[in-house]
């Protein structure tokens, strides 16, 4: 078996200094909001492979037929040599694309959740023992020194996770993006893409109440990293479809008036009856937009690719 290298990018402390510095941000603003990437413990990180199995959270399916029907003309399009991807999580769609890739020499998944990387990487290796695996513990949103592997390289951003970033993050983002990409690499990108709003709300709150556990998981974090008394039962799962800005939100609303005292910052956090902290936005695309963004971001639309019924897209891209 090839050796597996993991990486971690960010400072011994940074997670922890990150999150004390969003929930200190993020709890004394009005309305209150936290980042989604503090859902991915490794409780968040199973909560959301089994959202991906439930009935009505046709994302992974889609994206999945998505990849199963167009990985060899993706393979054909770029010739990678280096598949990076970005919030790999459980990397199970990723096999399409390492299966079709004929030149493959390594790949690198990036995720902020170590035991989603590592349950990952020995997944992938007990399959493909000859695999270069190099995992980085990194958030993506604050730039990336990716390992000196060989290019071409295909940079994979999978699972609609783009639409968790709200417009001006995403911008920053994708420029980011663009700056890991030399000639002849490409940005294979997915997006759930606008439909029926019953549709889009039961994929965000689902009759089992997955989706509800791994909101409230955000508090549990909270509570076990920050030393903060808050019930994650204290609080109701809430989505909604936003039309004007077309997205889904995910909430937690206070079910009576309560405070939550999170010593280590020293923060007493009074909620009303009935408020809502905003815990995740997930947008939904239009082709227009989202190659509209991509200009903007320097590069270009080469492919665009659709499941059977339209609902969701993955877009290949090039630096111009
Ligand atoms: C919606 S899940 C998608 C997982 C997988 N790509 C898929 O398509 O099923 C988002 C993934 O991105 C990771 N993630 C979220 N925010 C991140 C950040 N800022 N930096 C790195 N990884 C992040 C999470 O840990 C999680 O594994």
Redesign the pocket.
């Known amino acids: 078996m090839s050796p597996f290298l993991l990486t971690r990018t960010l400072p011994e402390d940074a997670t922890g200094a990150a999150l004390r510095g969003d929930v200190l941000h993020g709890l004394t603003r009005t309305p209150k909001s936290l980042?989604?990437?503090w859902?991915?413990d490794a409780r968040?990180?199973e909560l959301?492979?089994e959202i991906?199995r439930l009935p009505e959270y046709y994302?992974?399916r889609a994206?999945r037929e998505i990849l199963a029907d167009r990985a060899p003309e993706i393979a054909a399009a770029t010739g990678a040599k280096t598949l990076v991807?970005?919030?790999?999580?459980?990397?199970?769609?990723?096999r399409y694309l390492l299966d079709s890739l004929p030149d493959l020499q390594s790949y690198v998944p990036?995720?902020?959740?170590e035991s989603?990387l590592t349950g990952a990487a020995e997944a992938l290796l007990a399959e493909r023992p000859s695999l270069n695996v190099h995992a980085l513990i990194?958030?993506?949103?604050?730039g990336l020194a990716l390992p000196g592997t060989p290019g071409p390289r295909l940079v994979?951003?999978?699972?609609?996770?783009i639409g968790?970033l709200l417009p001006g993050e995403r911008e920053v983002f994708l420029r980011s993006v663009r700056t890991l990409l030399d000639p002849g690499d490409f940005l294979l990108l997915?997006t759930d893409l606008v439909k029926d709003e019953a549709v889009l709300v039961r994929a965000y709150d689902d009759a089992a109440g997955v989706t509800a556990e791994f909101n409230k998981n955000v508090l549990a974090v909270v509570a076990r990293e920050l030393g903060a008394d808050v019930d994650p039962g204290d609080f109701d799962h809430v989505a909604l479809w936003d039309r004007d800005n077309e997205w889904i939100e995910m909430r937690l609303r206070a079910r009576s008036a309560l405070t939550v005292k999170i010593p280590e910052l020293n923060l007493v956090v009074p909620f009303e009856a009935g408020e809502e902290l905003r815990t995740e936005v997930s947008a939904k695309f239009r082709q227009d937009g989202v190659r509209t963004e991509l200009v903007a971001a320097g590069m270009e639309l080469t492919h665009w690719w659709t499941d059977k019924e339209g609902r969701f897209a993955l877009s290949l891209a090039t630096a111009s």
Do not use: C
């Not at 990036?110 to 959740?113: E, F, G, I, L, Y």
């Open positions: 980042p989604p990437k859902f991915y968040g990180s959301f492979e991906t994302p992974t994206e991807e970005l919030g790999s999580g459980s990397s199970e769609k990723t990036v995720d902020v959740s989603a990194a958030d993506f949103t604050r994979a951003f999978l699972g609609g996770t968790n997915g």
